[in-house]
């Protein structure tokens, strides 16, 4: 009797875990809670509720034993939304097109100059320490927000998943570190602060920059936006060529 009520019970639980709507459900709802925690904790950086979802949910994977591929059967759905949010990155563009007018060519020379050398050094760095291919190439869209590092990731033959976590990492770190190294240049300037921070931390250095006041904020919106642009061109160029020099 109870060896039948176990084995019901497991198989049970085995129907349940594949189930792709479980999965999608629980994303929504354990982002939702790492928003909660983000709050809660004075929006401190290391909390990003980005971080906080992977974690909480890589860890419910691992302990039921539930492959990505089961995982992303559910995901895919929200995977889906990756486009619209991409296209959407075009509004903010848009609603800085007068001080883009006024400041086009420093900041065409800091887009060009720090988009380049992000993607540059990160696969240059990955090569030198023995790196694969697929790896070297996940790692180059890491100074973009996720939707656009993600597309340049697939297209280029990387691991979209992986480029994805790097995202989430080079954000929070960004973040963390850049209100000390601006500190220690010395840069008063708004544009230039909100600028750096966009271009190398994206949308979780984005979320600092508005800490720090509203025009910071501002022009770190507009430096994600252009970078993640700026990327998507670049890096089918230069990518495949220093992977090249490795392999």
Same mark, same amino acid.
């Given at each position: 009797?109870?060896?039948?009520?176990?084995?019901?019970?497991?198989?049970?639980?085995?129907?349940?875990?594949?189930?792709?709507?479980?999965?999608?459900?629980?994303?929504?709802?354990?982002?939702?809670?790492?928003?909660?925690? &983000?709050?809660?904790?004075? &929006?401190?950086?290391?909390?990003?509720?980005?971080?906080?979802?992977?974690?909480?949910?890589?860890?419910?994977?691992?302990?039921?034993?539930?492959?990505?591929?089961?995982?992303?059967?559910?995901?895919?759905?929200?995977?889906?939304?990756?486009?619209?949010?991409?296209?959407?990155?075009?509004?903010?563009?848009?609603?800085?097109?007068?001080?883009?007018?006024?400041?086009?060519?420093?900041?065409?020379?800091?887009?060009?100059?720090?988009?380049?050398?992000?993607?540059?050094?990160?696969?240059?760095?990955?090569?030198?320490?023995?790196?694969?291919?697929?790896?070297?190439?996940?790692?180059?869209?890491?100074?973009?927000?996720?939707?656009?590092?993600?597309?340049?990731?697939?297209?280029?033959?990387?691991?979209?998943?992986?480029?994805?976590?790097?995202?989430?990492?080079?954000?929070?770190?960004?973040?963390?570190?850049?209100?000390?190294?601006?500190?220690?240049?010395?840069?008063?300037?708004?544009?230039?602060?909100?600028?750096?921070?966009?271009?190398?931390?994206?949308?979780?250095?984005?979320?600092?920059?508005?800490?720090?006041?509203?025009?910071?904020?501002?022009?770190?919106?507009?430096?994600?936006?252009?970078?993640?642009?700026?990327?998507?061109?670049?890096?089918?160029?230069?990518?495949?060529?220093?992977?090249?020099?490795?392999?």
């Amino acid at each position: 009797m109870w060896e039948n009520f176990l084995s019901q019970l497991v198989h049970t639980k085995d129907q349940l875990l594949a189930e792709p709507s479980l999965w999608l459900c629980l994303t929504l709802l354990v982002y939702a809670l790492g928003m909660w925690i &983000y709050k809660k904790s004075g &929006y401190k950086t290391i909390f990003t509720p980005l971080l906080v979802a992977i974690v909480i949910l890589a860890t419910i994977l691992l302990l039921t034993g539930t492959s990505y591929k089961t995982f992303m059967q559910g995901g895919q759905h929200i995977n889906f939304l990756l486009g619209p949010a991409t296209v959407a990155l075009a509004v903010p563009l848009y609603e800085q097109r007068l001080r883009l007018a006024k400041l086009w060519f420093p900041l065409a020379c800091g887009l060009v100059a720090g988009g380049t050398v992000a993607i540059a050094s990160a696969v240059i760095i990955a090569g030198v320490l023995g790196a694969s291919p697929e790896t070297m190439i996940s790692i180059a869209p890491k100074s973009v927000t996720v939707p656009i590092a993600m597309g340049v990731s697939h297209t280029l033959g990387g691991i979209p998943e992986l480029t994805a976590a790097l995202v989430v990492i080079t954000g929070v770190v960004g973040a963390l570190m850049s209100p000390t190294v601006l500190m220690l240049l010395r840069e008063k300037n708004d544009a230039i602060r909100g600028f750096s921070i966009g271009l190398t931390a994206h949308g979780v250095g984005t979320a600092t920059a508005f800490q720090m006041n509203r025009d910071t904020g501002a022009f770190s919106g507009l430096s994600m936006g252009l970078t993640g642009l700026y990327t998507a061109f670049a890096a089918p160029a230069i990518v495949p060529w220093i992977v090249g020099l490795f392999h």
